[in-house]
């Protein structure tokens, strides 16, 4: 009986050593649409792999990455590798992050506000970018691309650039820069706004329903702005990382993102899977 009571004590013990390994806590900081709403598509994979997931939201793109590089976060996903790298200009070495997990593109879109199309743009009409650094330059080349501006030549997506580099405004837009999850807010108070394809979504707009100029996918904008989770530096090899990286790159994450109709075309998976 000692002996029975003494082997049921030993499994209850391993057991609880199991539960207690299989209890290890990640928290991830993300925007929400579409970035959260992924990461509760994958919770339940990723708890069957033996972690309990925390996501927290962010609707601010200035606060993921010091939460981050603080330890508050084991990792975020709102960015694309030229927004982390301009961060990463702005702080010491041992504090530059890494993209770890690439899943998806959200195409940048232009959208009407109080005027329908391109075409019927006015003289000296009222145009909302994003004011943060590489999302700025990235609005400004859509804008380029719609033959609204011109910008220095040679501009491309490694540069930096604002407004106040524009070399040819033929229609004299009023060109405004605003943070850029309050531009949806302002389309009926302007003629057209560049949005992102997060803050697009958030507000119930989708590049392939409501854009009137979007970026094409298939052009190296799409693998420059892919959307990545960030680690720091010290996480580059741990386990976690890689399982999350098997059930974020998933066929059922992949279909979620083709098949979901508040997405349509606004997020597209750059992964491919084996199924």
Not at 54 to 63: A, Q
Not at 156 to 168: E, K, P
Request: with cysteine.
């Amino acid at each position: 009986m000692k002996k029975l009571l003494a082997t049921l004590l030993a499994l209850t013990l391993l057991l609880s050593a199991a539960g207690a390994m299989a209890a290890e806590k990640i928290v991830i900081g993300a925007t929400p649409s579409p970035h959260e709403e992924i990461l509760e598509l994958i919770k339940d994979d990723f708890e069957a792999l033996g972690y309990e997931l925390e996501i927290v939201t962010f609707t601010e793109y200035p606060l993921p990455n010091p939460a981050l590089a603080d330890g508050e976060l084991d990792a975020n996903y709102f960015q694309h590798l030229a927004y982390m790298e301009s961060y990463n200009d702005t702080v010491s070495d041992e504090e530059k992050l890494v993209a770890a997990i690439g899943v998806h593109y959200e195409p940048f879109a232009i959208y009407a506000g109080r005027t329908a199309s391109l075409d019927e743009l006015p003289d000296g009409g009222i145009v909302v970018v994003t004011n943060d650094p590489s999302n700025e330059t990235r609005a400004l080349l859509l804008l380029q691309e719609a033959g609204l501006i011109t910008l220095p030549e040679g501009t491309d997506t490694s540069s930096s650039v604002t407004v106040l580099d524009i070399v040819d405004n033929p229609k004299g837009l009023d060109i405004r820069e605003m943070d850029a999850n309050l531009i949806p807010s302002t389309l009926a108070d302007v003629d057209i706004a560049v949005i992102n394809g997060n803050f697009a979504l958030d507000a119930g707009l989708s590049p392939a329903r409501d854009a009137i100029f979007v970026e094409p996918a298939d052009s190296e904008v799409g693998k420059v702005y892919t959307n990545y989770v960030v680690i720091r530096q010290e996480d580059v090899d741990s386990q976690w990382v890689k399982d999350l990286e098997s059930v974020l790159c998933s066929q059922k994450v992949a279909d979620f993102m083709l098949n979901n109709e508040a997405y349509q075309g606004g997020v597209i998976p750059v992964f491919t899977t084996e199924e």
